[in-house]
C-alpha cells in the first residue's frame, strides 16, 4: 500500500519549540547509530532526505504524526526522540521544559510521559481562541484515547458527532475515530490525551492516509 506524502504546510511552523527540545541533533544521533541514510529515512515515512535534513539541523519542525512516523521507522517509541536515556528515571519535568511539538492552527501539543512509563502516553494540549487541531479531522491507530477538557471550552468532533465540552468533561473513544478539537471559548483552553497502548510504539507507516488528514511533515 503507498504510503501517504507529506504536506509543505507544517514541517517549518513549529522550528522553536523543537529546537529548544534538541530534538533534530537527537533524531540524527539515534538514526546515523542504526546506519540509516537521510534518504532511507525519508523514503521510509514518506517525506525527502531535504526535509528530514533541515529537521536534524533545527531549521524546521514536525508535528507529533511525522516524529511517530520517524520513531517507528528507527523501531523506537515518541519518547526515545526526546529523551536522554541517562537522565534519572524519576526526574520532574518542569512546564517550561515540556518536548513541545505544533499541532494545527493555535495550537501545541506537549508529551508528558517519559521512559520507563511503555503503558500509556499522555499529552497536554493548549489551544489559543479559535486555535484546533487542524482543518479536517484526523486519525493515528486503533488505540484507546481519553481526551479531558482542564481549561476552557472546546468543540471535540468525534465522527459524525459533535460535543461542546467545558472543564472538567471527558470522553473516551478509539484513536481509528477521526476526531478534531478547536477552542470555541473566549478564553485559551487546556487539554489532556491520555492513549493506551501508546500509538508511537507501535504505529503503522501507512496508517496515515489520505482522507484521513495530511501530516505536514517537509
Known amino acids: 500500500m503507498p504510503r501517504a506524502r507529506a504536506s509543505r504546510t507544517d514541517g517549518l511552523n513549529g522550528a522553536g519549540s523543537q529546537q529548544a527540545s534538541g530534538v533534530g541533533p537527537r533524531i540524527k544521533a539515534l538514526r546515523t547509530a542504526r546506519s540509516v541514510s537521510l534518504r532511507q529515512l525519508a523514503d521510509m515515512i514518506g517525506t525527502t532526505a531535504s526535509f528530514i535534513s533541515q529537521l536534524e539541523r533545527n ?12 520513531a517507528a521507522a528507527l523501531d523506537l517509541g515518541i519518547n526515545d526522540l526526546f529523551e536522554d536515556n541517562g537522565r534519572p528515571p524519576h526526574k520532574v519535568l518542569t512546564r517550561e521544559h515540556r518536548p513541545v511539538v505544533p499541532v494545527g492552527v493555535g495550537g501545541r501539543k506537549m508529551l508528558l510521559s517519559r521512559r520507563p512509563i511503555h503503558e500509556f502516553e499522555v499529552y497536554a494540549g493548549h ?17 484507546h484515547e481519553m481526551f479531558i477538557v482542564l481549561k476552557g471550552t472546546v468543540e471535540l468532533t468525534l ?16 484513536t481509528s475515530t477521526p476526531h478534531r478539537t478547536v477552542n470555541v471559548g473566549d478564553t485559551p483552553a487546556e487539554v489532556l490525551w491520555i492513549i493506551a497502548p501508546p500509538t508511537s510504539g507501535a504505529v503503522e507507516l501507512d496508517q496515515y492516509r489520505p482522507g484521513n488528514r495530511s501530516h505536514p511533515g517537509e
Open 59 to 70: 531549521l524546521c519542525g514536525a508535528n507529533t504524526p511525522t516524529l511517530m512516523k520517524i
Open 127 to 143: 489551544f489559543e481562541v479559535g486555535g484546533s487541531t487542524g482543518a479536517e479531522a484526523y486519525t493515528h491507530g486503533g488505540d
Open 159 to 174: 465522527g459524525d458527532e459533535s460535543h461542546i465540552m467545558g472543564e472538567g468533561d471527558s470522553v473516551e473513544y478509539a
